[in-house]
């Protein structure tokens, strides 16, 4: 299942506040080189100008990041769920995607080899785990 | 004269009138800046939680149209279905408490099944239960969202820090529910088989290919040749979501044996600890058996009436693997479990014994 993020759901990050971080980026960007391009000449504005600079930046970045890490969570994603089908006589297997009305054991289609009934032996998903954090327990 | 520790340029007084300024504002407003923050991440997991909410009711109107083809639109009696409530028993005299649960879970049961029906006239059975299921997965998630938005707002409305906690601070295990929830409402809609069928699956691999006769309640069982003994193998009946009454169940069949039971062995998913593998099998004794309480004081009760062993055999997985699709290696563990099972029999009892073999769990998905 792929539950995606709905334009509803991106909607409600408003334009004018994205607007708003972008430009305060941007200013920060700029003190923190005019900041720099004074410090011989001005030191004491030159570091004023640098340490707004760097906190406009920090603050900017930080909710720009916010921002697209709660959109990227707006999204569930589940792996596809596999049927295997299996001829009881021959052992001829089949995989293929979970379709509404399998289950396990119910019969389905002859075996295409044998012509025997095939039988769902399994219904499962397979997860890719993600590298185990090295813990020494 | 005094100086001053950072120097005399005006940057070191403006650093230091700065840090004072710092200093004050977090002891008159730390507690509140801590709350902001706090309220913001709630905020975060509320969005999301209702975006799931809403795509679940979604996914259920949709599949209640596709299946139970109703003539009007299900949505308004949906909607009115994902704020039923159930009040449990009055305990302050507490015997036969039992019993008034049991009648009001059947009475909830009932009405709800009746509630499917109505919503979807053409769904047989199976997709009854399916149906019951995905709803039930949907109340679940309207009451998860409704409670934290509940602290949410109270703690907005009353700024009270220990309001917000109590919700920032188990909100990582509430998500992860919900997030559970999520996935089990499609595989509830698709008829899929979840991790706490794990029981049920090991059940029905062993009756399968025997004749099966209905005993209580949506269960089944099937008398089974196992090494040299009698197993009467009971699950739920199976492939639409329920749990049947194990309890009533396995009553039933020590009776119909005047008691001669050598051993009772049950099979179900049971919570696993971090750390510990998915798909874990382990042993042990008393009744596996999760759910209000009722099947297990049942079944616990007729055991002490035979003075009757118990075993059990369980698989372990996590809260989201037991209501999401079955994950491989819990399909894998099924053949470890059936070994286990053997072992026990052949260790507990002797040739020519009777014994019932209890898979519990949700039998969605898994047909006998």
């Known amino acids: 299942m792929t539950m995606e993020s709905s334009g509803n759901q991106r909607s409600r990050i408003s334009p004018s506040a994205l607007m708003t971080l972008f430009i305060m980026l941007v200013l920060s960007l700029a003190a923190l080189i005019y900041g720099i391009s004074i410090l011989e000449t001005y030191p004491d504005i030159g570091y004023i100008v640098l340490l707004f600079g760097f906190l406009g930046a920090a603050i900017a970045t930080y909710a720009l990041v916010q921002m697209r890490r709660r959109l990227s969570k707006l999204k569930i994603v589940i792996p596809p769920v596999t049927t295997t089908i299996e001829c009881k006589k021959c052992g001829f297997k089949n995989v293929r995607e979970f379709q509404r009305g399998d289950y396990i054991f119910k019969e389905v289609e002859p075996c295409q080899k044998c012509t025997d009934k095939m039988l769902i032996s399994a219904i499962y998903r397979e997860v890719k785990e993600k590298e185990k954090d090295r813990f020494p327990f | ?368």
């Open chain 2, 1 to 368: 004269m005094a100086q001053n520790p950072f120097g005399d340029s005006s940057i070191s007084w403006i650093m230091n009138i700065l840090f004072y300024v710092v200093f004050v504002v977090f002891i008159f407003y730390g507690q509140r800046i801590q709350m902001v923050v706090m309220l913001r991440e709630v905020e975060g997991s509320l969005y999301k939680l209702k975006y799931i909410k809403e795509e679940g009711r979604k996914i259920t109107v949709e599949t209640i149209k596709e299946i139970g083809k109703p003539t009007t639109d299900p949505a308004a009696r949906v909607d009115r279905f994902l704020e039923y409530f159930t009040i449990g028993p009055q305990g302050l005299d507490p015997a036969g408490i039992v019993w008034k649960l049991e009648h009001i879970l059947d009475v909830r049961d009932t009405r709800f099944k009746d509630d499917v029906k109505l919503m979807a006239p053409s769904a047989d059975d199976t997709q009854t239960n399916n149906l019951e299921n995905t709803l039930e997965a949907a109340m679940a998630l309207n009451y998860i969202y409704k409670v934290v938005r509940h602290f949410y707002l109270l703690g907005k409305k009353t700024y009270s820090l220990y309001v917000v906690m109590q919700i920032q601070m188990i909100l990582p295990m509430v998500m992860k529910e919900a997030e559970a929830y999520a996935s089990a409402l499609k595989a509830f809609a698709y008829g899929q088989p979840i991790g706490d069928g794990a029981g049920a699956l090991v059940a029905a691999k062993l009756m399968h290919g025997y004749e099966t006769r209905k005993i209580a309640k949506d269960c089944v069982v099937a008398t089974v040749p196992f090494e040299g003994r009698t197993a009467f193998v009971i699950k739920a009946e199976g492939p639409g979501g329920n749990v049947g009454k194990p309890g009533d169940a396995i009553k039933e069949v020590i009776d119909e044996n005047d008691g001669k039971i050598a051993t009772v062995i049950m099979i179900d998913a049971a919570l696993k600890l971090e750390g510990e593998g998915l798909g874990e099998v382990a042993e042990g004794v008393g009744a596996a058996i999760g759910g209000p309480g009722v099947d297990q004081y049942k079944i616990e009760e007729s055991l002490l009436k035979y003075h009757i062993p118990i075993n059990a055999v369980i698989v372990k997985e996590d809260i989201g693997d037991a209501v999401s699709p079955l994950r491989k290696e819990i399909f894998d563990s099924v053949d470890n479990v059936v070994e286990r099972v053997k072992q026990v029999v052949l260790e507990r009892t002797k040739e020519g014994d009777k014994v019932i073999i209890a898979g519990i769990g949700n039998t969605i998905g898994v047909g006998q």
